[in-house]
């Protein structure tokens, strides 16, 4: 069974603090997602990434960052929060092959203050 | 860019009745059409898909169709439940954009005991 974990379920930071994001799964995935999730507007992909050290912009990578330093890691970075990142964010795996079904984490929603 | 359009935004339905879930998508290389459902406070799960070479496909009370040359696609869900009450999210992967997943904004279905 797959396993997606999140750092944190809920999260409140200040305003221009930095942020971090931490995704872990245990399935040996290639691919790992970060999405954030608002009312009316679905999930959007923030950034994703297919190997280890390697990243990909999605549709909404302005103010974020990403990390994948290790296949079972990628992590989310705001590195000045805004009150406009008030939101949930949902990491994602999937793996290589015909099997396209992404695995969600349990979600972070982070409060900007 | 890439788009997933999905209607209704939200949906009321009585128990017993049909739900019908309607999306169309813009990249027409799209080739895996997947739906979440997403229960409240929880992730977003897989609960049916379809690839392109394949017009419709069921399971059980789900069943999704797939017009590739409207580009359309949609879930009907039949003698609805209470525990169908949930958002539901469909989505299009295509080979352009790597292993890119551009997701609908999601419809938010209350079925009525």
């Known amino acids: 069974d797959v396993k997606v974990t999140q750092s944190s379920r809920y999260l409140v930071k200040r305003t221009g603090e930095k942020v971090f994001l931490e995704c872990v799964q245990d399935?040996?995935?290639?691919?790992m997602f970060w999405y954030r999730q608002d009312p009316g507007l679905g999930l959007r992909l923030i950034y994703f990434?297919?190997?280890?050290?390697?990243?990909e912009k999605g549709d909404i990578p302005e103010g974020y960052s990403v990390s994948r330093e290790k296949k079972e890691r990628f992590s989310l970075i705001l590195e000045s929060a805004s009150t406009n990142q008030t939101s949930m964010y949902l990491c994602?795996?999937?793996?290589?092959?015909?099997?396209?079904?992404?695995?969600f984490g349990p979600g972070t929603r982070l409060t900007v203050t | 860019g890439e788009n997933v359009e999905q209607h209704p935004s939200t949906l009321s339905v009585q128990e017993g009745d049909s739900a019908v879930i309607k999306c169309t998508y813009s990249?027409?290389?799209?080739?895996?059409f997947p739906w979440y459902k997403q229960e409240l406070g929880k992730r977003p799960q897989l609960i049916i898909d379809?690839?392109?070479?394949?017009g419709e496909k069921k399971d059980q009370r789900i069943a999704v169709t797939l017009n590739k040359t409207a580009k359309h696609f949609s879930l009907h869900i039949t003698e609805t439940q209470p525990e169908d009450s949930a958002v539901y999210f469909c989505?299009?992967?295509?080979?352009?954009?790597?292993?890119?997943?551009?997701f609908g904004a999601g419809t938010r279905l209350f079925v009525k005991a």
């Open positions: 994602a795996t999937t793996t290589v092959g015909s099997a396209y079904e992404q695995y």
């Open positions: 399935m040996d995935h290639e691919n």
């Open positions: 990434s297919y190997d280890v050290k390697m990243k």
């Open positions: 990249d027409s290389a799209s080739n895996y």
């Open positions: 379809i690839r392109s070479n394949v």
């Open positions: 989505a299009a992967r295509g080979p352009r954009g790597g292993f890119k997943t551009i």
